[in-house]
């Protein structure tokens, strides 16, 4: 029975293999050696003892076939169907996730060739048959929710994706914070049209960054992504563009609001999940809902654990994210997160927890800029000297404080010799 369906299987390519023989793309040896290699894959997929390795080499001999043969054809300048390969190739894959329909790495590899090949209506197919067959996967949701929103420019059908997704994994906090992105890079894009059609002056978005997770990223931003040719494929960035800011839920941050509350009380008192969104909506620090998203995820945070140190920490630094030391409001702003840093300070139960992140962050402030002005140095550097002193008379300083105290120590060096060299250079001027 195996060798019958091998070798019906076999005989279907007989055509193709003519036509390349007569075309001359592949000699004869050539065909010979392609017709073995394919029976020899044949006999083993059909055979009862099959394994998925076994449809994924014959995939890849496929894929490196069709390659050579795209390559020939241009070389030789021969108007040649392209259809053979892809055509095979879908076909292989097709019979492995029909045979192994449990192994989600054979649908990701039938997802990727389909979108590397454009093919709209197979990948369409693919991902409905992928999703019904593995609806308890977040990362496949996560994924058409990313092909639909890059690929097709269609931010409802990605986040119909998302809901879907969701109702078979309330727990995921990966499809949730995924989600959450999805409409933070969609309010971004707005933005971005926006500027383009001349209604903000300033860009109002910020460049997703790949945080190194496993997660499938959304999309970067950038202009070309919103040329005309997006705009005419979904007109829903156009008409957001023009919606009052104000007013409309997408664009105000009430909707990454909403994700972050439900998702919050499906997995309750999680300071770590809300963390990660925390950090989601610190990417896109340009965006005038991003303060009060950060507001209120430290808010959420404080009151399921008032003690918390990380907690504690993003609300002592939250007057100062997302502005530069040289911004004329910094002084004031920074004012503010001393005020905070004392309260955290009578709430924490290891204060060192706080002494550590609040030196680190100033001292990193004050190497990275060397044009403050020398009032707000004054007031960085003095609170860096009374938190390490603080922390080393209650708790004894931890690693990381020592080597912020030493980064601090090499600045001030640093500085007093650029103050040196300031001097003798003006010695000779005023002499002369």
Do not use: W
């Given at each position: 029975m195996a060798a019958e369906k091998a070798r019906y299987f076999l005989e279907q390519s007989i055509p193709e293999l003519r036509d390349y023989e007569k075309r001359g793309i592949f000699s004869s040896t050539e065909i010979t050696s392609i017709t073995r290699k394919r029976s020899d894959f044949e006999?083993?997929?059909?055979?009862?003892?099959?394994?998925?390795?076994?449809?994924?080499?014959?995939?890849?001999?496929?894929?490196?076939?069709?390659?050579?043969?795209?390559?020939?054809?241009?070389r030789l300048g021969i108007k040649a169907?392209?259809?053979?390969?892809?055509?095979?190739?879908?076909?292989?894959?097709d019979r492995a996730t029909r045979k192994f329909p449990g192994d989600l790495g054979l649908w990701i590899q039938y997802i990727e060739f389909a979108k590397k090949e454009k093919a709209a209506s197979v990948l369409a197919k693919v991902f409905a048959s992928a999703l019904k067959l593995h609806p308890t996967k977040p990362e496949l949701w996560i994924y058409a929710a990313e092909h639909a929103l890059v690929q097709n420019a269609d931010v409802t059908e990605a986040r119909s994706h998302m809901q879907r997704g969701l109702r078979f994994n309330k727990k995921s906090k990966e499809l949730w914070v995924e989600y959450a992105k999805l409409e933070m890079v969609f309010v971004a894009k707005v933005f971005l049209r926006r500027q383009l059609l001349g209604i903000d002056k300033k860009p109002e978005t910020q460049s997703m960054e790949d945080e190194g997770d496993d997660s499938i990223k959304l999309p970067s931003i950038s202009a070309a992504e919103l040329d005309p040719e997006l705009a005419k494929k979904d007109q829903s960035y156009d008409l957001m563009a023009l919606e009052n800011v104000d007013s409309n839920p997408a664009l105000n941050g009430a909707l990454a609001t909403a994700i972050f509350d439900q998702a919050m009380r499906e997995v309750p008192n999680d300071v770590d999940?809300?963390?990660?969104?925390?950090?989601?909506?610190?990417?896109?620090?340009?965006?005038?809902?991003?303060?009060?998203?950060?507001?209120?995820?430290?808010?959420?945070?404080?009151?399921?654990?008032?003690?918390n140190p990380q907690a504690l920490w993003q609300a002592v630094r939250l007057p100062i994210i997302h502005v530069e030391p040289l911004d004329p409001i910094y002084p004031g702003r920074f004012a503010m997160a001393l005020q905070n840093m004392q309260e955290a300070l009578r709430k924490v139960e290891k204060r060192n927890d706080l002494h550590d992140p609040f030196v680190s962050h100033?001292?990193?402030?004050?190497?990275?800029?060397?044009?403050?002005?020398?009032?707000?140095?004054?007031?960085?550097?003095?609170?860096?000297?009374?938190?390490?002193k603080l922390a080393e008379r209650e708790e004894g300083l931890s690693p990381s404080l020592k080597a912020s105290r030493v980064e601090f120590k090499k600045w001030k060096e640093m500085r007093l010799q650029a103050r040196i060299s300031e001097r003798r250079e003006e010695q000779p001027r005023l002499s002369s």
């Open positions: 006999h083993r997929i059909n055979a009862p003892g099959c394994h998925v390795a076994d449809f994924t080499r014959y995939a890849q001999y496929e894929m490196n076939l069709e390659a050579l043969y795209r390559k020939r054809v241009k169907r392209l259809h053979y390969g892809s055509r095979r190739i879908f076909f292989v894959l999940f809300a963390m990660s969104f925390f950090n989601l909506f610190l990417q896109f620090g340009q965006l005038k809902c991003t303060p009060r998203l950060l507001e209120h995820v430290v808010k959420y945070m404080l009151e399921v654990a008032p003690t100033f001292v990193g402030v004050l190497q990275a800029e060397e044009n403050l002005d020398e009032a707000l140095t004054k007031a960085l550097s003095g609170s860096v000297v009374r938190h390490i």
